[in-house]
């Protein structure tokens, strides 16, 4: 079963706000954030060690040890490193409202509030996108995501590609499931050095804006932002179940008479073999409403215990040995076949 650390040493975006805001209140804006992008509840969330990088030492061998006979020496060795670099992005916007509106709505906060709840989503929704599907190397501005580091399975180009399990589609109509374990020295969201984690708010008062025609009017406006990266300091605590077709999709899990079909089941015990521990770090599986359906589908079919419904954080959510499922919308059938 999946353990984690202390909350005090992996923490949530709700923890850090509780600390931040004892007041509470951001906690609207957190609970936004969770409702559309469930990564949320999951991540844990690292200062950055260079203002707006995050250098990480990561150990890409072992020294060398000897059986030693009398009389004979041992030879010196050394473990070996390498230092990867990740950036914080700004995600930024603007939301402004009629200050007449405001006023006939009677300048309450709930309103306004209200009326900024889908600039808090979109924000959410584009930070999903770029947390698996962002890449710095073609758009520098973004963070650097999950997909274009495991994007080959071929080791010899990159060692993680041990970690990418090929579910057999293929085509430029497919998905991923993604097996995460987020913690302080595996897999961890970064805020810039020196400032506060999470998305900020500032209301910056009323203003004048001008309507398409040039005519002028009075609005208040409001300012979010969020500086975030996401750093992989262990790639062994990743895993990407990649080229899912949803045709090859089965409500029954195929078996040996089954010429086609994904066995869902048995890319879960792959992937869960590849990480080195389930402890001291915040595992969670990451999938589409889709793959989900299906999940529950051929559990039900098959009476798999391994994979059932569980209590976290006061939901019932479907687990596999005890990790829990995670619904990420982004994670369309979009994806090109990772090879």
């Not at 509470?24 to 509840?41: K, P, Q, R, S, Y």
């Not at 200062?47 to 072992?62: C, D, Q, W």
């Not at 992937?271 to 990451?286: D, N």
């Not at 359906?293 to 596999?320: E, I, K, P």
């Amino acid at each position: 079963m999946a353990t984690t650390t202390k909350p005090n040493r992996n923490p949530t975006l709700a923890d850090m706000m509780d600390r931040l805001d004892p007041n509470g209140e951001l906690a609207d804006i957190v609970e936004v954030l969770n409702e559309t992008n469930e990564m949320m509840d999951d991540i844990t969330w690292v200062e950055a060690n260079n203002k707006f990088s995050h250098r990480t030492t990561v150990r890409t061998g072992l020294p060398t040890v000897t059986w030693r006979k009398l009389n004979y020496g041992v030879k010196q060795s050394k473990s070996t490193v390498a230092q990867i670099t990740d950036t914080c992005g700004m995600l930024e916007a603007f939301a402004t409202v009629d200050k007449k509106l405001a006023e006939i709505n009677g300048m309450k906060e709930s309103w306004r509030a209200s009326e900024e709840r889908p600039f808090i989503e979109a924000m959410s929704q584009t930070l999903q996108r770029a947390l698996i599907y962002g890449d710095s190397s073609k758009d520098p501005e973004q963070i650097m995501g999950l997909a274009p580091r495991f994007n080959t399975k071929d080791p010899k180009k990159a060692p993680c590609a041990v970690n990418v399990i090929d579910a057999g589609g293929t085509g430029a109509d497919l998905t991923s499931i993604w097996l995460v374990g987020w913690g302080p020295n595996t897999v961890h969201g970064l805020y810039p050095e020196n400032s506060k984690a999470g998305l900020s708010k500032e209301d910056i008062g009323e203003e004048a804006a001008l309507d398409p025609d040039g005519g002028e009017y009075r609005v208040l406006k409001t300012h979010f932002g969020w500086d975030v990266g996401l750093s992989v300091r262990d790639w062994r605590y990743v895993v990407r179940i990649a080229n899912i077709k949803e045709s090859l999709l089965k409500s029954v899990p195929p078996d040996e008479n089954s010429a086609t079909g994904h066995n869902l089941y048995e890319l879960l015990v792959k992937a869960v073999a590849k990480v080195p521990s389930l402890s001291g770090a915040r595992f969670a599986f990451y999938t589409n409403r889709t793959i989900e359906t299906y999940l529950r589908l051929q559990q039900a079919n098959s009476r798999n215990v391994q994979l059932n419904l569980a209590d976290v954080g006061g939901r019932r959510v479907l687990s596999f040995d005890g990790i829990p499922f995670r619904r990420v919308d982004v994670l369309e059938f979009k994806e090109a076949q990772v090879k």
